[in-house]
């Protein structure tokens, strides 16, 4: 199992970014996904999941309305769209699966917020 995720950077508050996980080594589409991210200092915390057919989303209070969870089965892909980014969104975020009991994690992707 291997979760790589890349699309994050330096924005500015109330800007957009869209973070991306590629998955492989395991057949994405029977599997629920989930994003997470970790402050400095804090716990990583969930911030969105998805079902395998993405019938089933749910995100943590602090994101609901600005951000939006997808997934792509064809391409193996699952997707975050974050808008109207605010300086408390600053982490690292991570994708993740749980495949046969493990808990299988991407390397992460860093989003700042700043001005």
């Known amino acids: 199992v291997q979760l790589v995720e890349s699309g994050g950077g330096l924005v500015q508050p109330g800007g957009s970014l869209t973070l991306s996980c590629v998955a492989s080594g395991f057949t994405f589409k029977s599997y629920h996904m989930y994003w997470y991210r970790q402050a400095p200092g804090k716990e990583r915390e969930l911030v969105a999941s998805i079902s395998m057919g993405s019938g089933f989303t749910n995100y943590a209070d602090s994101v609901r309305e600005r951000f939006s969870i997808s997934r792509d089965n064809d391409k193996n892909t699952m997707y975050l769209q974050m808008r109207n980014l605010k300086l408390e969104d600053t982490a690292a975020y991570y994708c993740?699966?749980?495949?046969?009991?493990?808990?299988?994690w991407g390397q992460g992707t860093q989003v700042t917020v700043a001005s």
């Open positions: 993740k699966t749980r495949v046969s009991g493990f808990d299988y």
